[in-house]
């Protein structure tokens, strides 16, 4: 018997969607609006360098190595990645520097040397981290938080009487702050909040959850770098007979007596058994399923923060520069005001660097590097972004100068922008929010749209604007829920 599964968007959570329907005996078409596959996770190459676009940390790779055993294939001979030694280094104005080591002990030593922060705070951090996943996360994670037997199942009993230490009545800064003496350190743990565009001065501390896969769990870096996880999963689907489709964007969502019956790419209709939608979940409901019932309460939601990127090739090499680097700003707090509450771009803002040639040399030419030079700004309310970004690149590159002792204007050979306009352009991602919907108070949880539609027979949901949440882990997880709710092609 065959049934046939379609597919809206091939980002991530929209690849790894297809794998699991075609496992279950699914003819899957899987249809995306650009020229590309992989949504946010792609890749620009500009003059000998190549960018990871978007995501640029890489935890729980056995997500993605899932994928590849349930269809048989030993991951390694597709997808290769190495564990860090150094997940990021950390650098203030006043000349502190501290490496976070990804071995615990080293990790602990170096905050007590640098920062004066006694060791076992990070032990106990840790820790506690640790504790909060192993209650949460089979939970809230890996199972949809909209059907009763989430709720009732054993785990989750046992998760009730521990909700106190779970960190939902605290916020990410208050927790901090009573595990942590030194402000800076207190800053380090805060910016997990930026991880899903969110607050650590209103996000509950539940997010401090985040800390225990990048040091218990492990940081990872693709060999090929971010974007071979994309194109790993893409080669896995075509292997399994799935159809992509490119600039052949869905108009519309065909629905008939309350059930999903197929979807009209411009004029023509194209009938399925069922739909599944990688889109951006606000924009769907704008657009491809304007005619049907809004879930008005999760459309009307505060967005998460966007966030600001310049692509630089960078005519030099910086030994003090790994992978992952942060130039913090001197008032956190004041940053994120300016995100969350006035729309604009603090003066001061903390700078993420990304340099993948660090650990992939062809990705620049020969003694330079590739710079992914990120900070975190509200998402799109029709600013006057011309303005904002020239102001925010001054105020960037003269902060790496004083940091870094350089100047680097004079050493970028290559640029280009992507910023919250272009992002929702290119991703269809709402107001160019980055994890849909915000994490700032302590219902977010239960404020992201189902796997599946509750009045739409066949309709189901992936990705980062919905259950459980943005980011690369959580957008596969998504895949993972949603296609648990499919059942299997009968004799297949």
Not at 4 to 30: C, D, F, N, P
Not at 189 to 212: K, V
Not at 225 to 242: D, P, R, Y
Not at 335 to 351: L, N, R, S
Request: hydrophobic share 40%; proline share 4%; net charge neutral.
């Amino acid at each position: 018997m065959t049934k046939k599964a379609l597919v809206i968007g091939s980002g991530i959570a929209g690849i790894a969607a297809s794998i699991r329907l075609a496992l279950k005996g699914y003819q899957v078409e899987v249809f995306e609006a650009n020229a590309y596959f992989g949504g946010k996770l792609s890749e620009i190459r500009i003059q000998g360098y190549r960018f990871d676009a978007g995501p640029s940390l890489f935890t729980m790779p056995e997500l993605v190595d899932e994928l590849f055993h349930l269809a048989g294939k030993d991951p390694k001979e597709f997808f290769d990645y190495s564990r860090l030694e150094v997940i990021c280094n950390y650098f203030w104005e006043d000349g502190k520097r501290v490496q976070a080591f990804a071995d615990l002990d080293r990790f602990a030593e170096e905050v007590e040397t640098k920062l004066g922060e006694p060791a076992q705070h990070i032990r106990t951090a840790l820790k506690s981290s640790s504790y909060i996943y192993e209650h949460l996360a089979p939970l809230f994670m890996e199972r949809s938080l909209h059907q009763m037997a989430t709720w009732t199942n054993p785990q989750a009993l046992k998760s009730y009487l521990k909700m106190g230490k779970l960190g939902i009545f605290s916020t990410m800064n208050a927790a901090n702050e009573r595990l942590f003496s030194q402000v800076k350190l207190v800053q380090m743990f805060n910016r997990y909040a930026t991880y899903n565009g969110s607050d650590p001065y209103q996000t509950p501390a539940t997010l401090n959850i985040i800390p225990h896969l990048e040091f218990n769990r492990g940081a990872y870096f693709p060999k090929k770098g971010m974007h071979e996880i994309s194109h790993s999963l893409f080669k896995l689907a075509e292997s399994l007979g799935v159809v992509f489709h490119f600039n052949s964007k869905v108009e519309e969502v065909l629905v008939e007596n309350a059930q999903a019956v197929g979807i009209r790419v411009g004029d023509q209709p194209i009938l399925a058994d069922l739909v599944v939608n990688n889109m951006d979940m606000v924009n769907a409901y704008k657009t491809i399923l304007k005619k049907q019932k809004q879930p008005k309460t999760l459309l009307n939601q505060p967005k998460s923060s966007s966030a600001l990127i310049f692509y630089w090739g960078v005519k030099k090499v910086f030994q003090e520069l790994d992978l992952h680097n942060i130039l913090f700003s001197d008032n956190y707090r004041a940053e994120f005001e300016h995100i969350f509450q006035k729309g604009t771009i603090y003066h001061d803002p903390t700078v993420y660097i990304n340099i993948t040639s660090v650990e992939r040399l062809e990705d620049a030419p020969e003694a330079c590097m590739n710079w992914f030079t990120m900070i975190n700004v509200p998402n799109n309310q029709g600013q006057d972004w011309d303005r904002m970004i020239a102001e925010a690149r001054k105020n960037i590159i003269s902060k790496v100068n004083r940091i870094l002792n350089t100047d680097l204007e004079k050493l970028i050979e290559v640029e280009e922008i992507l910023e919250p306009r272009t992002i929702e352009s290119k991703t269809s991602s709402a107001q160019g929010a980055l994890y849909g919907n915000s994490s700032n108070n302590k219902f977010a949880a239960f404020l992201r749209h189902a796997n599946y539609s509750s009045s739409i027979k066949n309709l189901y949901f992936c990705g980062g604007s919905v259950h459980p949440g943005g980011g690369i882990p959580l957008s596969l997880l998504s895949a993972k829920i949603m296609s648990e709710m499919v059942p299997p092609v009968t004799g297949y």
